[in-house]
């Protein structure tokens, strides 16, 4: 499984922008996916994760409310919605997914429970 992030760009604070993650995988459908990022200096961080079929979701609490992830089955891919941006927010993005377990809802934010990434989009929300 191949992933490919793109969507991130330079706004300011207070702008939206929307990511996408597009998978060459066939088996896409089987895959939870998440959105993690990384700003310099800083560890890598669990933004938001959705289960294969789209009907859970979870967000981190520094951007409940303002960023919401979703998913098209039909076209391989998977999105972060992201609005009313802070300078906080910049950070490289990074998708990826995991297959489905039961222990999906105790792990989603954890980072090496995925098993591909994507190469990553720049972020950078200016004041």
């Known amino acids: 499984v191949q992933l490919q992030a793109s969507g991130g760009g330079l706004v300011q604070a207070g702008d939206s922008l929307r990511l996408s993650c597009a998978s060459s995988g066939r088996t896409f459908s089987s895959y939870a996916m998440g959105w993690f990022r990384q700003a310099p200096g800083k560890e890598r961080e669990f933004v938001a994760a959705i289960s294969w079929n789209g009907q859970t979701r979870y967000h981190a609490d520094s951007v409940k409310g303002r960023f919401t992830i979703s998913r098209d089955n039909a076209k391989n891919t998977v999105y972060l919605q992201m609005d009313s941006l802070k300078p906080e927010d910049t950070a490289v993005y990074y998708c990826?997914?995991?297959?489905?377990?039961?222990?999906?809802?105790?792990?989603?934010?954890?980072?090496?429970?995925?098993?591909?990434w994507g190469q990553g989009t720049q972020v950078t929300v200016s004041s």
């Open positions: 990826a997914g995991r297959l489905m377990s039961p222990y999906f809802s105790s792990s989603y934010h954890q980072g090496h429970e995925y098993n591909y």
